[in-house]
Each structure stands twice: as C-alpha cells, then as structure tokens.
Antibody
Framework: QVQLRESGPGLVKPSETLSLACAVS?????????WGWIRQSPGKKLEWLGH???????YYNPSLESRVSLSVDPAKNQFSLRLKSVTAADTAIYHC?????????????WGAGASVSVS | IVLTQSPGTLSLSPGATAALSCRAS???????LNWYQQKPGQAPRLLIY???TRATGIPDRFSGSGSGTDFTLIIRGLEPEDSALYYC??????????FGPGTKVEIK
C-alpha cells in the first residue's frame, strides 16, 4: 500500500522560502505516476501547485509558476516542494499526492498533510 | 476554467438522496472530471473519476454523471458517515488541475 508522508517546518517567515519533502513508501517513485502537491487554505479551498515525473519533467500552476519548484530524488524515494517569497496567503495545509495518468488523470493517493503558517 | 458547485451546504436526513452539482465555465471532457470526499481532519479521497467510474472501495450508493459543463454526484441512501465536504475537480484546462469550492453535506 502506497503511503506519502510530508515533512518540513511548520512556520516560515514572510519573504522566505517554504520547503517541504514527501517520502514515498510502498512504491518506487520511478513508476508511471506523477508526484505533486496540493494545498488547502484555512477556508478549505483546494489549490493544485504542480506535479513532477521521476524523469524531472514538471508542470506548475501558472498562478504560482514564478515562485514554485519541484524536484525528485529517486535515491531517497522522495520528492520536494520549494515555494519562495511566501506571504500570509501561503498559509495552508500542504498535501503531497500521487496522480494516476494511465487512462484518466486523477489523484488517488494523498498524504495526511503538513500544516504551514507564514508569520 | 472555473468550477462552481451547488448548493454550498446540503442538510438531509439518513436514507435520503443527495444531488450535488458541479458546473464548469467551459466544456470539460467526461474523462477529466473527478469527485473527492473529505471528512473532518482527513485528507480528501477519490470517489469518482472519469465522471462516472467509482474508485476502488467506493460503494455503489455513489454515482456520477454529466457532460460538457454540467456534472452531478448522486449519493443514495445517505448514511451518517457520508457527512463530508465534496469537491469536483477537472483536469486538462489551465491550470492542469482545478477544484470547485466544495459542497458540505450534513446528515441530521
């Protein structure tokens, strides 16, 4: 059973960079899935940040593209998120996710989420 | 693309049928419309993909339909455990993934 677990600081100062990692267990990250990040604001809005393939090909939400970057580390079986120049509006729960892409595109595995406050 | 969900909140009795609407600002392929359920304190989980295919382990009380810009999630025989937020999500338009604001279902 595939499990995802987020890790990283729970508090980030404004203008600094938010960095989170997602450890994948139960499956190799080099399989045919996208690995990505979705955040949920305190108001419960869900926002897709982007996803990455194990080759390093990444797709980002255009609204955040200038500030977000994803990376993948097959040796550690994990992937990471960096969001620079954060503001209070970036306060959210950040979920790492797996996206199935074989016939349909849907998010079928979610991490429990990491709560990040910008203050 | 903007997804709009209605109603915002649905309060129903056990055993009733819930109809949740998801409308898109432009056409969405039936292959690219999914539904998720989120219970308090939990991450969302996949309910329906490709408009009408139930995800693994999802009971047949849940069904999805629709095309173009109008999609519907139906929950029959509501149970207390169905109390949750329900989100529709589209794939393919910019941004690649986007979600509706959610419908809260309350079972009273």
């Amino acid at each position: 059973q595939v499990q995802l677990r987020e890790s990283g600081p729970g508090l980030v100062k404004p203008s600094e960079t938010l960095s989170l990692a997602c450890a994948v267990s139960g499956q190799s990250i080099t399989t045919d899935y996208y690995w990505g990040w979705i955040r949920q604001s305190p108001g419960k809005k869900l926002e897709w940040l982007g996803h990455i393939f194990h080759s390093g090909s990444a797709y980002y939400n255009p609204s955040l593209e200038s500030r977000v970057s994803l990376s993948v580390d097959p040796a550690k079986n994990q992937f990471s998120l960096r969001l620079k120049s954060v503001t209070a509006a970036d306060t959210a729960i950040y979920h790492c996710v797996r996206t199935d892409k074989k016939w349909y595109y849907y998010i079928d595995v979610w991490g429990a989420g990491a709560s990040v406050s910008v203050s | 693309i903007v997804l709009t969900q209605s109603p915002g909140t649905l309060s129903l009795s056990p055993g009733a049928t819930a109809a949740l609407s998801c409308r898109a600002s432009q056409g969405v392929s039936v292959s690219n419309l999914n539904w998720y359920q989120q219970k308090p304190g939990q991450a969302p989980r996949l309910l329906i993909y490709g408009t009408s295919t139930r995800a693994t382990g999802i009971p047949d009380r849940f069904s999805g339909s629709g095309s173009g810009t109008d999609f519907t999630l139906i929950i029959r025989g509501l149970e207390p455990e169905d109390s949750a937020l329900y989100y529709c999500q589209q794939y393919g338009n910019s941004p690649l993934f986007s979600f509706g604001p959610g419908t809260k279902v309350e079972i009273k």
